[in-house]
């Protein structure tokens, strides 16, 4: 109960594994960390960043919460957000949600849920702004599918409207946010056709 052996044992198994294939692996990433990727993604444990990607340690900046939301007053996230835009300086951020969300599918229901539902308050002003469109889909997992899709680009444009992104981009520097989203029945990530690097960019996708 207290030590959670297993974890220990797999560490060293997964650590022996990577020096096989290059002993000073981490050694190298010792010295420095240089991302070029920052990923946004949801908590759940079926949507591993570095996973799905089939990438190692010290190739993407990760911060997760559930249901992949940019909220202008998250803290937590905005921190993450400055530092890999102004510190590491990524040239790519990627707001990565998933079909079958159930941080989506809990704003969607009809009930209450303590204390998330005033972060998941912030899917339900998604769905408020989608509502015909949404509404329009009568198959309830397609309805809650299309939401995860929609709150992915609205997580995108949320993050465009950031004043770190947004100096950055004044400052003529180089940076793309992407919308992906990952299917958790096939493992197979797909991008939902929005890369903003400028604001227009941003501005014209969401009129
Ligand atoms: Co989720």
């Not at 002993?23 to 570095?50: H, T």
Request: proline fraction near 2%; aromatic fraction near 8%; hydrophobic fraction near 40%.
């Amino acid at each position: 109960m207290r030590t959670l052996r297993d974890f220990f044992e797999r560490n060293r198994r997964w650590a022996e594994k990577v020096k096989e294939t290059d002993p000073d692996f981490f050694m190298n990433l010792s010295r420095q960390q240089k991302p070029e990727y920052l990923w946004i993604g949801c908590s759940d444990s079926r949507v591993p960043a570095n996973e799905i990607v089939d990438m190692l340690p010290g190739t993407i900046f990760v911060h997760r919460n559930i249901a992949n939301l940019v909220i202008d007053t998250d803290l937590n996230c905005l921190s993450v957000v400055q530092y890999a835009v102004e510190i590491l300086r990524v040239r790519h951020i990627i707001v990565c949600g998933h079909y079958g969300c159930g941080g989506v599918q809990a704003a969607m229901e009809d009930r209450e849920h303590g204390l998330m539902d005033s972060w998941l308050q912030n899917i339900r002003d998604v769905y408020s702004r989608h509502r015909e469109r949404v509404d329009a889909v009568e198959d309830e997992r397609a309805r809650i599918d299309l939401m995860c899709e929609l709150n992915v680009i609205e997580q995108a444009a949320n993050l465009c409207r950031t004043s770190i992104v947004r100096s950055a981009w004044q400052s003529g520097r180089e940076l793309a946010v992407h919308g992906w989203i990952y299917g958790i029945e096939d493992g197979i990530l797909r991008d939902l056709d929005v890369c903003f690097t400028n604001l227009d960019e941003m501005y014209k996708r969401m009129g």
